[in-house]
């Protein structure tokens, strides 16, 4: 079975810095989607980012960023110049190539001070 | 053009009781999925459902069930519920299953058992 470990509960940063959150995974696939969603007080799950485990190169998406390191089985996502719109739940997730079901980590608080 | 709407935004119900959870995908979408958020976690994937037929089922109770109708709006259905079931309900559309389609979520329904 697949599993998807966010070790930072909660995170903060100062508008305008730069900041990122980590993520790991296990899986015995080879082939994978990876994701990062944000999920703000309005409860609505947005997705971010998205990584395909079969691309080495780096997903980037404006300010954010993956970091991508497959054998470590890591996911890192790097927010740059932070906004305080970027204050959320934070979610990874990962999907086998079939699709039929999204796992999701426990999540990482990110807040963003003026 | 409408997102995903889910019905109703907010619930409560008793213990023992039977709720219905409603979800209308975005438009020509023939995939929904649905996930339990408990307070505090990630979502946990309970049923994918595509072209009116279940493709995946998550680890739940046999109380939680689910149908696509031919329209493909989706309704779950959880039977003779428990404290432990109040949670976010996020139901999720995508145009076809697999992991390289985007999934798009509702603003979910806020079930509490009482």
């Known amino acids: 079975a697949q599993t998807v470990t966010q070790s930072q509960p909660e995170m903060s940063v100062q508008e305008a810095e730069t900041v990122t959150l980590s993520c790991t995974y296990d899986?015995?696939?080879?082939?994978?989607?990876l994701f990062w969603y944000k999920q703000p007080p309005s409860r609505q799950m947005i997705l971010v980012i998205r990584?395909?485990?079969?691309?080495?190169q780096n997903a980037t998406e404006n300010r954010f960023s993956v970091n991508f390191q497959k054998a470590a089985k890591s996911f890192s996502l790097k927010i740059s110049d932070s906004q305080l719109g970027d204050t959320a739940m934070y979610f990874c997730?990962?999907?086998?190539?079939?699709?039929?079901?999204?796992?999701f980590g426990e999540g990482t608080q990110l807040t963003v001070n003026p | 053009d409408a997102g995903v709407t889910q019905s109703p935004t907010h619930l409560i119900k008793t213990r023992g009781q039977h709720v219905t959870l409603r979800c209308s995908p975005i438009?020509?979408?023939?995939?929904v999925s649905w996930y339990q958020q408990v307070l505090g976690q990630g979502p946990q994937f309970i049923f994918q459902?595509?072209?009116?037929?279940?493709?995946g089922r998550g680890n739940f109770p046999d109380r939680f069930s689910a149908r696509q109708f031919p329209n493909y709006s989706s309704e779950l259905n959880v039977n003779a519920l428990l404290l432990g079931d109040s949670a976010l309900y996020l139901c999720?559309?995508?145009?076809?299953?697999?992991?390289?389609?985007?999934?798009?979520f509702g603003q979910g329904t806020r079930l509490t058992v009482v």
């Open positions: 438009s020509g979408h023939k995939s």
């Open positions: 990584q395909e485990a079969y691309k080495q």
């Open positions: 899986t015995s696939e080879n082939n994978y989607y």
């Open positions: 459902y595509y072209e009116k037929e279940e493709r």
């Open positions: 999720a559309s995508s145009l076809v299953r697999g992991g390289n389609t985007e999934a798009f």
């Open positions: 997730a990962f999907t086998e190539t079939s699709g039929s079901r999204l796992t």
